[in-house]
């Protein structure tokens, strides 16, 4: 009698069932048999054929993608130019008198260049800067010499009995700077005119003027031209003096005549009666 659970030698053998046994392996779990067909990381299937190209020992993930452009991320590009609004107010800060519009250029600049739409925000932030400080220097010297303008005494727009102090005195020059008569002060304007009078004066003293000094002009000239309520100021108490537009004078040319103490202190009331 044949044994009904060997196997027919003339049968093929199923390659699943792994051996030459009937239904059951005799080999290992997970080698042959249908779970050990292919094992996990080698060829075909399983995850290594998945994400390892099918190779043995394959990676089981893929490394994340690089470009290889070396670009942002999207949403994130760089700025591709510089902004010339930026840099013209950079240029102009750094100008005496148009720094304030460099200011200005400034401000619109860093609103051209936020969030790096493009560059040049440094000479944005600069002209800023710069402009404001420039601008601030600027309206401060309009103001002092404004100021210095509408204070200072000219023989143009010197009037008799205005008091003055000296700003600086030269051998050729005298500075006046307008005073308060009422308080101490340097000099008085006793005569102003042209120098066409002061020719006049010297002449009808006998005297030709190319031959006197400027002294000796005003000696003669300013002691003749002032009014009778300056009569005290030909005494030997006072000392006049006689300032020019132009050096050397013309005929045409604006001239003063002012007085001060000879014994060089300050006046501390008008000298008119």
Known sequence: MSN????????????????SGGGFSDQPYGQGGQYGGQQYGGQG???????GGGQPGGQQFSAPYSNPFGAQPYGQQQPTSTDGVS????VLSLTCCLSFVGAILGFIGLSRTKNDQRKGRWAAVSAIVIGLIGTLVAVGVIVFAVTVGLNTVTPGNAEVGQCADKSFEDDDAIGLRDADCDEPHDVEIVYAGDYSDVEDAVADEGFDIDELSDN?????ACTTL???????????????GILAENVPPGSADAILCYVERSDGDELDAPLAD
């Open 4 to 19: 009904p659970y060997e196997p027919d030698p003339h049968k093929p053998q199923d390659p699943q069932q792994g051996g």
């Open 45 to 51: 299937g399983g995850y290594g054929g998945q994400y």
């Open 226 to 240: 002032v009014g009778d309520e300056y009569s005290e100021v030909q005494t030997s108490e006072y000392v006049v």
């Open 216 to 220: 000796e002009i005003a000696g003669v």
């Open 87 to 90: 840099i013209a107010g950079f």
